[in-house]
């Protein structure tokens, strides 16, 4: 079992900044045996996508629609993966879902909203 423990969510202007954090509440040991962490985003209508995930080595792989304004970051000894959102457009407003895969399964977080205004 990893439990998620999503932060940083809230209201910003277009043009803005925030940041994202996911803890797992898991040993570091555990932590570093996850194979992949990351954030997905939804909104109502939309089927779950991707946002970016970096892998147990390090490789990353981001959305199309966040390169070069996203950036995703581990933290191995605080247990979190970060998620640095500059740029922001009112597109970019959704649930945002931390996630992580151990061996075979895959775990989500409750959700924390981002909400960029025009």
């Known amino acids: 079992q990893v439990q998620l423990v999503e932060s940083g969510g809230g209201l910003v202007q277009a043009g803005g900044s925030l940041r994202l954090s996911c803890a797992a509440s898991?040993?570091?040991?555990?932590?570093?045996?996850?194979?992949?962490m990351g954030w997905y985003r939804q909104t109502p209508g939309k089927q779950r996508e991707l946002v970016a995930t970096?892998?147990?080595?390090?490789?990353?792989n981001y959305a199309d629609s966040v390169k070069g304004r996203f950036a995703l970051s581990r933290d191995n000894n605080k247990n979190t993966v970060n998620l640095q959102m500059n740029s922001l457009k009112p597109d970019d407003t959704a649930v945002y879902y931390c996630?992580?895969?151990?061996?075979?399964?895959?775990?989500w977080g409750q959700g924390t909203q981002v909400t960029v205004s025009s």
């Open positions: 996630y992580a895969r151990l061996n075979l399964v895959n775990y």
């Open positions: 898991r040993s570091i040991f555990e932590f570093n045996a996850l194979n992949a």
């Open positions: 970096i892998t147990k080595g390090g490789s990353t």
